[in-house]
């Protein structure tokens, strides 16, 4: 992997990212450390100069001022001069005697003597902490302090600990978290490598492996594959209903240039036969181009209607005048069931005619002779119902998701172009309703469109056109 390449990486920022908290956990911890030793070697030099105290006092009371000297000069030559002081005043603040370093004499002590011993904290020019007690001793005033130079050493010693273990700590951290990330990453990467390869052969057939440990990844992975699985039963579908178009067209095309070069070689009412058939033909052609057209248009949002309000009565009429007919050929029983009251739509005439046409005319093609197919709207909660039942051989469980799927042509019935049921979706869709199905293999099927209601036309003129486009 090239450098610039690898800074860009995930793995890399997750790597860097696990360094980073890494060092803040540690930053926190040290901080942590340090606050409670130092607590903890403060409590324990206080306890110290507790025993100091109690000592002091003893001896006073029982050798006065010249052995409360030798046990100050003791004291000194024990921890070194500039590591203990001890100086007695009188009331007046006359210094009685003093022992230690005179710089201890410039810290900033307290002006009053308090009733019993009290401690301070003080710092040195060199940084080094004072510890410091002030008491009452009989009528003097006693000023006692010792260096905290141990723990300032020791707080050093853990200092340098830390400093060494969290570096080197941090050191493994980025090589060992880039090669936690680029694991947990690899799902990805062979995700990124099999589209690749898939963009390159135009094989769908190829799956990301699974690691088999049932984690998000492999999880990730396996809807990946199923993606992968349903983009290619889409495509070959797809690929399939392509190649029929393209002969449908091709045909159709032959048909005409057929039609045209024999209307070319005829003359009289057999010329205007053949044009008549060319016309015919063209608006085949034609349709099928503004049914793929509406459909793209509709899926995308980009489908222009031509709303008005009209009552449902009028579109069920429509719908009977044309197959009544065709239901008496047919030898089946149909039904066209009005609403008890006018119910007024608000939408495209033209279009949503067109859905419950291919509606009706799916239940013709799949319902048996002497069955019924039956037509019914109903009106709850100001949405109206349109119910398109039928007697046919009814649907799978696999195939009632798919049959509203563009080019989709089932397994049973007759074949079409698959178009039909997408473009009802679609025109229903567009209008803010919604359409579904429900449906058992053997016993027919039922397909209910919903659509938002609208106020009674107060007028007897034809249906009011009140938005264009």
Known sequence: MRPKSLFRSLAFRLATLYALLFLGSLVGLFGAVHLILSQRLLQNQDQDLQ????????????????????LAAAEAREKGPGHYFFRLRDARKRVIFIEGS???????????TPAVPTFYLFRAPSGVKIRGVVFQLGP???????????????????????????????????????????????????????????????DFSRRVPLSGRGDEADRLAETFNLLLSRLEIYFRELLQIFDNLAHDFKNLLAHVRLLAERALEREGS????????????????????DLLLDLSEAETGLLRLRWERFPLKDLLAEIRQVFEPLAAEKNLQFEVCLPEKELVILGDRARLLQALFNLVDNAFKYTPSGRRVRVEATEKDRMVRIKVEDAGPGLSPEEIPRIFDRFYTGRKGPKGRGLGLALVRAYIEAHGGEIRVESEPGRGSVFYIVLPQTSPVETTHPAKEIVQD
């Open 51 to 70: 025993e100091d105290l109690r000592e002091i006092f003893t001896l006073y009371e029982r050798k006065g001022l010249p052995g409360l000297k030798d």
């Open 102 to 112: 005179s710089w201890f004499s410039r810290l900033p002590w307290p002006e009053k």
């Open 140 to 202: 003097y005033r006693a000023e006692m302090a010792v260096s905290l130079r141990f723990e300032g050493r020791t707080l050093r010693e853990v200092h340098r600990a830390f400093l060494w273990s969290g570096g080197l700590a941090l050191l493994l951290t980025l090589p060992l978290g880039f090669w936690l990330s680029r694991r947990s990453l690899r799902p990805i990467r062979e995700m990124e490598r099999v589209s690749r390869e898939i963009m390159e052969s135009r």
């Open 270 to 289: 057999e010329r205007e036969e053949l044009l008549v058939n060319i016309l015919y033909e063209s608006d085949r052609f034609l349709h099928l181009l």
